[in-house]
């Protein structure tokens, strides 16, 4: 009976000895994918960092461009706006003078399309 629990003793200690060679393979190799996952992670938020910054950068630039685009629909209004003054002058000018004159004004002339389109 003292030697089988001597047997089983031994046993036990053979095994807990491969039980412990083996965790230590596996610690070894979860601390060598551990430090694996923390280089992929650092190079991560590196690159996660310049996108970031380049979404900042678009986005500064967005609205600078809208601001020009915003100041450019101003002027072309106002550059309309004056071109139809300017029309609006000319044509009464035109006019004035033709009644001073009186012109007669033959339709399908070149007088005729110049007081309808005074830009043309």
Known sequence: MLEMQHNQMMTDLKR??????????????????????????????????????????????????????????????????????GSQKIKDEYSRQAAGKQIIVVPGSKEEAAMSNPCA
Do not use: F, G, P
Not at 16 to 44: F, G, V
């Open 16 to 85: 807990m000895s491969q039980d412990i060679s083996e965790a230590l393979y596996k610690c070894q190799h979860l601390t060598k994918e551990n430090q694996l996952y923390c280089c992929r992670n650092c190079h991560l938020l590196i690159e996660s960092n310049l996108i970031q910054h380049k979404v900042r950068m678009l986005w500064k630039e967005n609205r600078q461009l809208l601001r020009k685009q915003i100041a450019l629909e101003e002027c072309n209004i106002k550059t309309k706006t004056l071109c139809k003054e």
